[in-house]
């Protein structure tokens, strides 16, 4: 009996979400983020830490573009929920900075000590803080768009599922652009996975947070995008939260990165003339 589509056991569902299996040496994938991440602290104007919750995890990161009332680009982080945090991420903000972008990079308490529920509120929470307090740190809090990679493409796509107005007061579309790398939409295989012991999946968390099924009415337009080398089931998933967004009257491009990977997706955002850090210049201007 299939555990999930045509899957029958676990290292069949393995083999296409776990990235670390498509490189030779994931260590040095991680520590590029790192170096990167290194040089946006040491080269760029920064905020390091701002509380957006009450929990030690709630903090985020502030580049701030040169210019003010800069666009804002809000980059919310990978690692399936379970690892790394916003400090691995601030070389998103080596491409956009030169482009006149104010980059906010978030960072959200990890399973297993919280569940994917709590790191959903915990992201909705720091994005609904950007809307009201980046104007302080140089944004313009009318022109802000989001975008995350692996775990925070999953994220992003949730982030697009709130009711803003409903809950937070706030406009019910109030970004003006989205760009999900290597998402995971569907959570349905991931709970007969390697990562189960972590993430602690159930019926109710998979249903509540598998954005795939629950797209609403937006205005706001998505970019979709995945390595080109990376496993089927990543261009599947991307594939299904792209055709979901345009059946409910939305507006969403599909465009896989040519020969990247998992970890090299987002390379695009670590030089100006790199394809993401334009997208989200373009959708901002």
Known sequence: MPLYRDFTDQAQIDAQYNASLQVPDPAAELAHYVRQASRARATLRDV???RYGPTLAETLDIYPADQ?????FVFIHGGYWRALSSKDFGG???????LGVT???INYALCPTVTIDEIVRQTRTAL???LRHIRAHGGDPNRVAIGGHSAG???TAMALQTRWTEDYGLPANPFKGALLVSGLYDLAPLRHSYLQPQIQLDDGIIRRNSPAFSVRPCTTPIRVTWGGAEPSEFARQSQVFHDAWQA???TAVLAPVPGAHHYNAIHGFEKPDGDLARWVADVLA
Request: hydrophobic share 50%; charged share 5%; net charge negative.
């Open 248 to 250: 409910a009257g939305n």
């Open 48 to 50: 390091q830490d701002v």
């Open 92 to 98: 998103v903000a080596l491409g956009l900075q030169p």
């Open 128 to 130: 609904a803080w950007v």
């Open 153 to 155: 493409g999953h994220l």
């Open 68 to 72: 003010p009332d800069a666009p804002v």
């Open 103 to 105: 980059t906010v990079v």
